[in-house]
């Protein structure tokens, strides 16, 4: 099955910095790699999510950027903002039929300093 | 207002005592699913439904059921709670159907500890 490998662990930046977070997945055949952010007391929140057939996505201040070849996805915040702390998660996943095949990172706790 | 509702939000309880965390949705999304966070290992899948009486295991589903006799309700069932399933669980739904590339919706949480 897919496995997903999430870096950092956590993430500590200064307000205004930029973040990125990193992850890896084993499956050649995963095409949907999704990211999700979690508050404090809330459950994950879709932010932006990239298909393979784009190597970038952006969305104001957040992009993501896919490399199919080394089969690794990243998370860029610029101008990061105290709202951004939060745990993000990635995921990849399969679309095209057959059963559920979304696949967690085991997340990173993103610490924006003042 | 579109969302995920579960319940209870919090729950202590004792080991062997059966308890049900139930979990409906408002969006008429046939997919439906259960994860529990734990630190350091992230979200884990216990159980999906990919429509009113289809339901399938996911990556963690020992100890746990259960059903999906209506679109929306999708209860967590554990039938004899042991200590190792204390978490934080997520009930979610999303619009999918074959495809696993629609948005998935999560509820809350419901965070359980079981004694």
């Known amino acids: 099955g897919e496995n997903v490998e999430q870096h950092p662990s956590t993430l500590s930046v200064q307000e205004g910095d930029s973040a990125v977070i990193k992850c890896t997945y084993s499956d050649s055949a995963s095409n949907y790699f999704p990211w999700y952010k979690q508050e404090l007391g809330k459950g994950p929140q879709l932010i932006i999510d990239?298909?393979?057939?784009?190597g970038e996505k952006k969305d104001q201040r957040i992009a993501v950027t896919l490399n199919k070849t080394a089969k690794h996805f990243s998370l860029h915040i610029t101008e990061t903002q105290p709202e951004d702390s939060a745990v993000y998660f990635c995921a990849a996943g399969f679309s095209g039929g057959g059963a559920d095949g979304l696949t967690f990172g085991k997340g990173t706790h993103l610490i924006i300093q003042p | 207002e579109a969302q995920v509702t579960q319940n209870p939000r919090y729950l202590i309880t004792v080991t062997g005592k059966k308890l049900t965390v139930t979990c409906s949705q408002n969006?008429?999304?046939?997919?439906m699913s259960w994860y529990r966070q734990d630190p350091g290992l992230g979200l884990r899948q216990i159980y999906y439904?990919?429509?009113?009486?289809?339901?399938d295991k996911g990556d963690v589903p020992e100890g746990y059921k259960v059903s999906r006799k209506e679109k929306r309700n999708f209860p967590l069932i554990l039938e004899s709670p042991s200590p190792n399933q204390t978490s934080l669980y997520f009930c979610?739904?999303?619009?999918?159907?074959?495809?696993?590339?629609?948005?998935?919706?999560f509820g809350e949480g419901s965070r359980l500890t079981v004694l």
């Open positions: 979610a739904s999303s619009s999918r159907t074959i495809q696993p590339t629609g948005e998935l919706f």
């Open positions: 969006m008429n999304h046939e997919y």
């Open positions: 439904s990919m429509n009113v009486e289809v339901t």
């Open positions: 990239i298909r393979s057939n784009v």
